[in-house]
Nanobody, 124 residues
């Protein structure tokens, strides 16, 4: 069983920045693709960003492309989401997830493990 713990959420003004972190309990030699999703009240959980096992290949939702950056540090068992130029519509609960594959995954059902989420609230 893999545990994922997110941190770094909070309240920020529109145009500001936040950096989310995700710590994984996985300590095996296998390294898998990771992703960030978000869910706003009354909406479906949606893909935000994904990274392959090595960190060299990334993918983003159109709504965050150019503003968010996903990265990982496998030596520290960490995944990050740098969020810049935040907008009101970025307000959501953000989840970190791990997919049992090495290449980027963009669909919810491709992910096997999920964190509890960290709240991001963007104010005007």
């Amino acid at each position: 069983q893999v545990q994922l713990v997110e941190s770094g959420g909070g309240l920020v003004q529109a145009g500001g920045s936040l950096r989310l972190s995700c710590a994984t309990s996985r300590r095996t030699r296998d390294i898998y693709a990771m992703g960030w999703f978000r869910q706003a009240p009354g909406k479906e959980r949606e893909f935000v960003a994904g990274v392959d096992w090595s960190g060299t290949s990334t993918g983003y939702a159109n709504s965050v492309k150019g503003r968010f950056t996903i990265s990982r540090d496998n030596a520290k068992y960490m995944v990050y989401l740098q969020m810049n130029s935040l907008k009101l519509e970025d307000t959501a609960l953000y989840y970190c997830a791990e997919a049992p594959r090495r290449v980027i995954a963009t669909m919810k059902n491709e992910y096997a493990y999920w964190g509890q989420g960290t709240q991001v609230t963007v104010s005007s």
